[in-house]
């Protein structure tokens, strides 16, 4: 994690259980970030998507927000495989994950899921598009229950 933020590039992705501390490892990140005066981002895939229902609601393609998802330096994307796709979705959670890939060099994306991103799972296409992404970054695997333990 300390290297990640030094470099404030690349990808990285945490891995594992329900209560391993994948959460955590990401508001560690993104308070860490803010503490360095790095502008930094948490936020769960569903709320991108809720926030991207409502843009489709709208009749619109963008909002300062989604364009924020996609410039911010450090962007750590919780349970990014926890969502239902429609057509629209997919394609806005392709785009944001090339484009968070192609910038990796100088933004950092922090991603955390409970699947192993190296197995071929029977999942939605763009789900499979964003563990490719991973599969190109760090992929750290956190072990046992740290629900009792962070409270």
């Not at 948490?42 to 996609?70: G, I």
């Not at 499979?128 to 009792?148: F, H, I, W």
């Amino acid at each position: 994690m300390e290297q990640s933020i030094e470099r404030q590039a690349g990808l990285l992705t945490f891995w594992g259980d329900f209560g391993a501390g994948k959460t955590y490892a990401l508001q560690i990140i993104t308070n860490e970030a803010r503490e360095r005066m790095i502008e930094s981002h948490y936020v769960r895939m569903a709320d991108v998507l809720e926030h991207l229902r409502k843009l489709y609601a709208q009749k619109v393609d963008t909002s300062p927000y989604w364009q924020r998802l996609l410039d911010i330096p450090v962007l750590c994307l919780d349970e990014v495989t926890r969502y239902n796709e429609t057509q629209w979705s997919a394609e806005r959670v392709w785009m944001l994950a090339d484009t968070r890939y192609s910038r990796r060099a100088s933004h950092l994306t922090v991603f955390a899921t409970n699947n192993d991103p190296n197995k071929l799972l029977p999942v939605v296409e763009p789900v499979g598009y964003m563990y490719s992404r991973m599969r190109q970054g760090t992929l750290v695997e956190l072990r046992g229950d740290l629900r009792g333990v962070a409270k």
